[in-house]
């Protein structure tokens, strides 16, 4: 592990204007996925700024009926949080099925965004990786594939997307607000991730010394039933191999309303924009159902190892579509 200096902001402003434009530089939260990574010599930042003590951990609903929620939250905070239980349960349910609760204490929203991938080889400094090493080769085209992406690849990078908080943030709709030297700005949660390309180490839209400093999901989709399924080889504690997270409108039988997003199989949280569109308008049905998870999946690319995740992933996409309309229905029953 290599030295480098450890700089405390104590608000935005004074974060944004230590770290400066410097590529060198990094922001440290809760540090769970950068530490692992200046451990293995995979990042080398010369100075971390902590800005773990940003007063950016509220959680309020806005105005307009949406939530805005601070970068420095934690995980734990966010999923247990009434009005995200209540509103966005699928957002709580994505939050509980990653990583551990001790993890879940540390991290912090912001910092679950800029999750980096779990690919072992852009863990080990002794393998070829375009994101790691931009130019220097995949090893995973070649190499074992198994956790690998099938939706958004290119042939310089087919690494995955690790979060299941962002799978969520995809399906429900939200915008990130950025705080540069240049100001603030907001951008789309889905335009904000980008496809690996020809240059999978550009992996955000975040400019050098911007900070997030808020999510704001989207208002709730009235009526809407939600569920968030993760495929994995263990119980807990593990990455997806597939995800899926609904959430879905029913009306006397029929799909009213439909967002669906998908992890563990793209190399960015994954807005399945074909299968909410073949949903539009369908019968609350398995067959509906089915139909949009072929759809989704149409585009897929497998690789030696992991063509399993396409099979796996039309299940996961079957099932979170069948427990949202179900959950939707049973409000109606409820309210009705
Ligand atoms: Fe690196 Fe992407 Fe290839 Fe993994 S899949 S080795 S992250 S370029």
Redesign the pocket.
Known sequence: MRNFALTSAPAPERAIAAHGPRREASYIAGGTTLIDLIKLDVLRPHELIDVSRLALDEVERLADGRLRIGAMVTNTDLAHHPLVRDSYPVLSQAILAGASTQIRNLATTGGNVMQR?R?P??RDVA??????EPGSG????HGINRM?AVLGVSE????THPSDMCVALAALGASLTLQGPDGTREIAFNDFHRL?GEH?EIEHELADGELITHVTLDTPVAGAGAAYLKLRDRASYEFALASAAAVVAVEDGVIRDVRLALGGVATKPWRAVEAEQALDGQPAAISSYEMAAEAALQDAVPREHNAFKIPLARQAIVRALRDAATASEARQGVQG
């Open positions: 991938t690919c080889y852009y393998a070829a990786c375009n994101r790691r995949c090893d995973a085209l690998h310089a990078c087919i690494a690996p999978p």
